[in-house]
T-cell receptor, first 116, second 116 residues
């Protein structure tokens, strides 16, 4: 089975802190994604990556950056956390290059981040 | 750009009754369609997907969905629900944009409540 793990299930940070959310997948997938999930808004794509050291902006990249130094690991970085970044963050991976929007994505359990 | 509408925010169904969750999409070409389920505190799990071929798709946990191009719909059905089906359900569409944001576009979700 594909396994996508996220470093924390719950995280509480203060405004202005630098926050790292880590995601690891064990199936050698090329593509990895970060979404945020908010009530009434569904899932929104923040960033995705289709290869090591490659990244593409999603629909809501402002206030976030990402890092992919190894194929299995994709990190989401909040440079200076703000209260409006309080949310559930979901990482996903998918197996193919090319038509990445058409491939099944496998999700981690999520990290619920609270910024005070 | 593609979009997904799930018209029902909440649905309540009695245990043992049939279920239909609605999903309408907007996309110019043949879409790639997905249904995911999210149990409380969990990540998203793929129920089923449609890429091409037979328009009636079978998934896990006894779910099925039917792609209707003329109605731009991909409704999810189950003949008899169980209490364990209580969850949030997301419809998603994938499309190769050729540039810009990629990844799946999700609906806002339908929260399914099962009455005993």
């Amino acid at each position: 089975d594909v396994k996508v793990t996220q470093s924390s299930r719950y995280l509480v940070k203060r405004t202005g802190e630098k926050v790292f959310l880590e995601c690891v997948q064990d199936m050698d997938h090329e593509n990895m994604f970060w979404y945020r999930q908010d009530p009434g808004l569904g899932l929104r794509l923040i960033y995705f990556s289709y290869d090591v050291k490659m990244k593409e902006k999603g629909d809501i990249p402002e206030g976030y950056s990402v890092s992919r130094e190894k194929k299995e690991r994709f990190s989401l970085i909040l440079e200076s956390a703000s209260t409006n970044q309080t949310s559930m963050y979901l990482c996903a991976s998918s197996p193919l290059q090319g038509l990445i929007s058409t491939d099944t994505q496998y999700f981690g359990p999520g990290t619920r981040l609270t910024v005070l | 750009a593609q979009s997904v509408t799930q018209p029902d925010i909440h649905i309540t169904v009695s245990e043992g009754a049939s279920l239909e969750l609605r999903c309408n999409y907007s996309y110019g070409a043949t879409p790639y369609l997905f249904w995911y389920v999210q149990s409380p505190g969990q990540g998203l799990q793929l129920l089923l997907k449609y890429f091409s071929g037979d328009t009636l798709v079978q998934g896990i946990k006894g779910f099925e969905a039917e792609f209707k191009r003329s109605q731009s719909s991909f409704n999810l059905r189950k003949p008899s629900v169980h209490w364990s089906d209580a969850a949030e359900y997301f419809c998603a569409v994938g499309a190769h944009s050729g540039g810009g944001a990629d990844g799946l576009t999700f609906g806002k979700g339908t929260h399914l409540i099962i009455q005993p």
